[in-house]
């Protein structure tokens, strides 16, 4: 592996809102980074932002060390769909079983781009909403350890991120890495964060996609 460059975000620094994530998003086509796996199950995840006095803060839980995938990372609440659920449907309807999270208080602001993953075999689509203000939240036992609120600009700052390529089979991709003082936030979940910042940040180029 080598190191990567500095993030795409750091020479358009500044203070973030949910208008702005909201105003990026707005008639925006998501993107598939890459295509569903043969027999990929059917994901969604939400990525839930709020406007606090510090700032804007992205919500994302702690799994539970007991579970069979990705078990202690840093994630968005989410899960497999239901056979007829939308992605939106879906999103809501876990966020609600894993952290109390009350559908109606929820804006759907759009889509990030759809992407899979080898090591769980899903195809993931990250639902992007709002909240008026930080609802009390409860987590469920038995998917999740803690709920963390992280501002947008720990997220973006320059000693928080961390890009890496790594190479496979003669080809590299890079792969993402948000350093929080007690947490890594990276793999799946690293890519929306990295498209979020992109994003709102007005700097939303194309990515190789993941293997």
């Known amino acids: 592996w080598r190191l990567g460059g500095p993030a ?3 020479s358009s620094p500044r203070l973030i809102g949910s208008d702005d994530v909201a105003a990026a998003l707005r ?3 998501p993107g598939r980074l890459v295509p569903p796996f043969p027999g990929a199950r059917r994901s969604a995840v939400l990525v839930v932002v709020h406007d ?9 839980t702690k799994r539970a060390q007991h579970l069979s995938n990705h078990r202690g990372e840093i994630s ?3 899960g497999r769909l239901e056979p007829s659920e939308s992605p939106a449907e879906g999103a809501l309807r876990e966020a609600w079983e894993e952290v109390g999270l009350d559908p109606s208080l929820v804006d759907v602001l759009g889509e990030l781009d759809h992407l899979s993953t080898v090591v769980s075999n899903s195809h993931i689509v990250p639902v992007v909403a709002t909240v008026s203000r930080r609802p009390e939240l409860h987590p469920h036992p038995g998917e999740v350890d803690r709920i963390l609120w992280v501002g947008l600009d720990e997220l973006a700052a320059a000693d ?18 948000f350093e ?17 910042l992109r994003l709102v940040h007005g700097v939303d180029e194309p990515e190789p996609p993941a293997w």
Do not use: K
């Open 8 to 10: 795409p975000w750091a």
């Open 27 to 29: 008639g925006r086509e």
């Open 52 to 60: 606090a006095p510090s700032g804007l803060e992205v919500l994302f």
């Open 76 to 78: 968005f609440p989410g």
């Open 160 to 177: 928080t991120y961390r890009e890496e390529w790594w190479g496979v089979d003669a080809l590299e991709r890079p792969i993402h890495f």
């Open 180 to 196: 929080l003082a007690d947490e890594t936030i990276w793999g799946a979940t690293a890519r929306m964060v990295h498209q979020l």
